[in-house]
């Protein structure tokens, strides 16, 4: 029986990836990417040979088999996102469950830990991060109100991602419904354009549309 590793890689900056990661990356027989272009850039820059396939949110049943039945057949394979930890806002997640569920306690699941935007912020923020609630991405279109009222009315700080289409609408709708919001914007985490923005939510409102609205967000809301 094969092993599958979930393999974190940088979110930026290439140089944030362990040598264990690397080694894993070179060693297994093949990797799985959310997008093999992005992953490809990554390989090149270590001179890594080792084959891809894709697997993504879109990647049909038969897919997922394939995977499973390379793992039966002893190949050793690595599970990466397109940037941070498989698994977190992401499909990985989806592939990890199906493969438990399918071969059980038989097949070998490895984590090799690394970069992350939610512990990237959460280290720069300033903000008691013992506790928080993460949401991921708001959705698109249904249910955004009763999402921005659970940030609302969470216990604890919240963070969130957002991309640069929605990300001033989103602040916006939180913002009308608590104007007193404290809040922490990270914006390009770890590469040439990092933007960091605090302050209350109108205010940083104000600081992020000055700038080009590029790269994704990730967010942290305090509320007390």
């Known amino acids: 029986m094969g092993t599958l590793y979930i393999v974190a890689t940088p979110i930026g900056n290439l140089e944030d990836i362990s040598k264990r990661a690397l080694r894993a990356l070179a060693e297994v027989d093949l990797i ?3 997008d093999t272009r992005v992953t490809k850039k990554l390989l090149d820059h270590y001179q890594i040979k080792t084959p891809t396939l894709s697997y ?3 990647s049909k049943l038969q897919k997922i088999e394939r995977v499973i039945n390379f793992l039966k057949e002893g190949k050793n394979l690595a599970l990466v996102s397109d940037a941070g930890t498989p698994g977190i806002s992401d499909p990985g997640g989806k592939l990890v469950k199906k493969v438990i569920e399918s071969l059980s306690s038989s ?5 090799i830990p690394g970069p992350s935007a939610i512990s990237a912020i959460a280290g720069i923020s300033g903000f008691p991060m013992d506790k928080f609630l993460f949401l991921g991405f708001p959705p698109a279109k249904k ?5 921005f009222e659970e940030i609302i009315n969470a216990k604890y700080l919240v963070v969130f991602y957002e991309s640069p289409h929605r990300i001033i609408k989103s602040l916006n709708e939180l913002g009308i419904m608590n104007e ?3 809040i922490v914007v990270c914006r390009e985490l770890t590469k040439k354009f990092e933007t960091i923005y605090r ?3 109108k205010e940083v409102i104000k600081q992020i549309e000055k700038d080009i609205i590029k790269g994704e967000f990730v967010v942290i809301v305090d509320k007390r």
């Open 143 to 147: 249910k955004r109100k009763k999402f």
């Open 107 to 111: 097949v070998k699941i490895v984590p």
């Open 32 to 34: 799985l990417c959310e």
């Open 180 to 182: 007193e919001l404290k």
């Open 199 to 201: 302050g209350k939510i």
């Open 56 to 58: 993504h949110q879109h």
